[in-house]
Every structure is written in C-alpha cells, then in structure tokens.
C-alpha cells in the first residue's frame, strides 16, 4: 500500500509570497499519476496539476509542479488572495486503487 | 459543459441502506471510467470505489468491500453507489467524479452527505 505524506499540514503565508507544498511517497511513483487538487470550504476539490507537472485547463501559470519518485512538490510562485486553501495530493496505482494525501492547509499570516 | 449531479444522501441508522445516484452530461458518459469519493466531515479525501466504462472492471477500498455496490447505466448517463451496513465511519460527503486522461478525477460533482446517526 502507498502512503502519502504531505507537509506542512498547515502553511500561514501573505499575499505574495511564494508557497511550497511538498508530498512525498513510501515507494517510488509514475509521475505519470500524480495529481494535485485545491478545495476551498464547502466546494468540491478542482484540479490543477496532473501528470506531476502540467496544469488543468484555466490554471494560472503561477501553480507548478514538480518532483520525480518519491518526492513532488506543488509551488505556487506568488500567493493571490484566492489561493488560501486546502491541496491535496492523489495518486493512481497500486491498492487502493487510488490515494489521497491527507492535505496541506494553505492559511493566511 | 460536463455536469455530474449527486443525489440520495441523507440520515440513516447505522446498519442501514441509500442508494446514491450521480447524473452526468455534458460528455461521452459510455467512454469513462467513474469514481466515487468521499469526505468525512472536517476530514480528507478517500477514494471509494470504480466502475470502468463496460462495467468490467470494478474496484472498492478494503474498507467498503461487501457492503458497497458500484453500478451504471450507460443508457441513463448514471452511475450508482448502494451502500449497505453502515457505520458511523460512513458518514461523510460523497462525490461522483470522471476519471480523465492520465487518472487524473478531472470532474467532481458537488457531492451528497450521508449521516449515519443513531
């Protein structure tokens, strides 16, 4: 079974700054199956990343995805007020046949 | 516009039974694979369940093996979730989402809560 770890579980930052979510795995990943979600309270999560690095349609250019093996990192390069959230990694594979990390809270300062 | 549209939440007793309905549009339904996924009040995301395009391939977390069915009807644009023996670790929201291009869940619809409360 894989599990996934994300840190920090809760980020405080100010607009504009540059935010690092990491999410790591206990075995090596097919980036090919590494996605990442945003939820915001009481809406369902929307896709930004998938395939580790490239962004969902309508995604600002500041969201970035990045990693290999066991380690992805989702970077948002200049935090807008609309970004202050919850993101969760997701990968395909294995049993279950899909996993979620438990989330990185992204709260302002 | 791709719309999925959850229904059949509600309260139940714990060793009950609901049935919950996704409706889909705005896609080619019979080409995808469909998931459910669900939240626990407060809580992350779980996987759930997944029904391939055909019906062939139909997949559960060890958790829900043998008390959650996933089905669909390819005719009706529908994908269902019945869910029998509930727990009080059930409860949560429930969201019917498509599985895209390299698995990633590209849609999601706005879930339906299910409570199981004595």
């Known amino acids: 079974e894989i599990v996934l770890t994300q840190s920090p579980g809760t980020l405080s930052m100010s607009p504009g700054e540059r935010a690092t979510l990491s999410c790591r795995a206990s075995r090596s990943l097919n980036s090919n199956y590494l996605t990442w979600y945003q939820q915001k309270p009481g809406q369902a999560p929307r896709l930004l990343i998938y395939?580790?690095?490239n962004r969902d349609t309508g995604v600002p250019d500041r969201f970035i995805g990045s990693g290999s093996g066991t380690d992805f990192t989702l970077t948002i390069s200049r935090l807008e007020p609309e970004d202050f959230a919850v993101y969760y990694c997701l990968h395909y594979g294995g049993s279950p046949l899909f996993t979620f990390g438990p989330g990185t809270k992204l709260d302002i300062k | 516009e791709v719309q999925l549209v959850e229904s059949g939440g509600g309260l139940v007793k714990p060793g009950g039974s609901l049935r919950l309905s996704c409706a889909a549009s705005?896609?080619?339904?019979?080409?995808?694979?469909m998931n459910w996924v669900r939240q626990a009040p407060g809580k992350g995301l779980e996987w759930v369940s997944s029904?391939?395009?055909?019906?062939?391939?139909?997949y559960y977390r060890d958790s829900v093996k043998g008390r959650f069915t996933i089905s669909r009807d390819n005719a009706k644009n529908s994908v269902y979730l019945q869910l029998n023996g509930l727990t009080v670790e059930d409860t949560a929201v429930y969201y019917c989402?498509?599985?895209?291009?390299?698995?990633?869940?590209?849609?999601w619809g706005q879930g339906t809560l299910v409570t199981v409360s004595s």
């Open positions: 395939s580790t690095s």
């Open positions: 029904i391939s395009s055909s019906s062939s391939g139909i």
């Open positions: 989402t498509r599985d895209g291009v390299f698995k990633r869940l590209d849609y």
């Open positions: 705005g896609f080619t339904f019979s080409s995808y694979t």
